[in-house]
């Protein structure tokens, strides 16, 4: 059974950093994309960022490089790493995969979802 569980989200302010972790189980890490994507309050889900099973990142949004995907095939868990936060970037962020060797800036081509961190930025 294919699960996905983030973790590492908080309160944070203007210019901190924070690393979210998607851990999976179910399947490996290095066989399938995990993309991250963030829905802020009234908003759509948006494409943040994903890596590809060649360890290869794409960035959906204009997060300037700040955002910095890992992955630890031994934990068989994947990071987000969050610099330079601004409150804009507040948002639950999920993490996602799918049963393909490649990227998708698509929410709907992707059918599995771990439940969400939420992301404040404030002072």
């Known amino acids: 059974q294919v699960q996905l569980v983030e973790s590492g989200g908080g309160l944070v302010q203007p210019g901190g950093s924070l690393r979210l972790s998607c851990a999976a189980s179910?399947?490996?890490?290095?066989?399938?994309?995990i993309g991250w994507f963030r829905q802020a309050p009234g908003k759509e889900r948006e494409a943040v960022s994903c890596?590809?099973?060649?360890?290869?990142?794409t960035e959906y949004r204009d997060v300037e490089g700040r955002f910095i995907l890992s992955r630890d095939d031994a934990k068989n868990t994947v990071y987000l790493q969050m610099h330079s936060l601004k409150p804009e970037d507040t948002a639950v962020y999920y993490c996602?995969?799918?049963?393909?060797?490649?990227?998708?800036?698509?929410?709907?081509?992707?059918?599995?979802w771990g439940q969400g961190t939420q992301v404040t930025v404030s002072s």
């Open positions: 179910g399947f490996s890490v290095e066989d399938f994309p």
């Open positions: 996602a995969t799918r049963r393909s060797a490649w990227c998708s800036n698509r929410p709907y081509e992707y059918p599995y």
């Open positions: 890596i590809s099973t060649s360890d290869g990142s």
